[in-house]
């Protein structure tokens, strides 16, 4: 069974930083692609990153060059780095294997990890 751990979510203020991990466990998924997506309250779920197994890297134009997605496939882990956050980038953010890039579908889904960004 597919296992998704989110943690590193919180309180940050505006200007700062975050780092989201995603444990998964219950197969191998260095040969898939891993990603993020976020929904705040009263809104669509929307993509925020992905990376691929060879390490390809995708990103929301609302997130591009402030959020940094990796991976350690020996760990099963992949991160978000978040810099420079912003009051809109509060919303539970989900830790996803083999998200559609800028969509809203993927295989798995964690439980979530919420941000909190204060004005």
């Known amino acids: 069974q597919v296992q998704l751990v989110e943690s590193g979510g919180g309180l940050v203020q505006a200007g700062g930083s975050l780092r989201l991990s995603c444990a998964a466990s219950?197969?191998?998924?260095?040969?898939?692609?891993m990603g993020w997506f976020r929904q705040a309250p009263g809104k669509e779920r929307e993509f925020v990153a992905a990376i691929g197994w060879l390490g390809d890297e995708y990103y929301a134009d609302s997130v591009k060059g402030r959020f940094t997605i990796s991976r350690d496939n020996a760990k099963n882990t992949v991160y978000l780095q978040m810099d420079s956050l912003k009051p809109e980038d509060t919303a539970v953010y989900f830790c996803?294997?083999?998200?559609?890039?800028?969509?809203?579908?993927?295989?798995?889904w964690g439980q979530g990890t919420q941000v909190t960004v204060s004005a």
């Open positions: 996803t294997v083999n998200p559609v890039v800028r969509g809203k579908a993927a295989d798995y």
């Open positions: 219950g197969r191998t998924f260095s040969t898939k692609s």
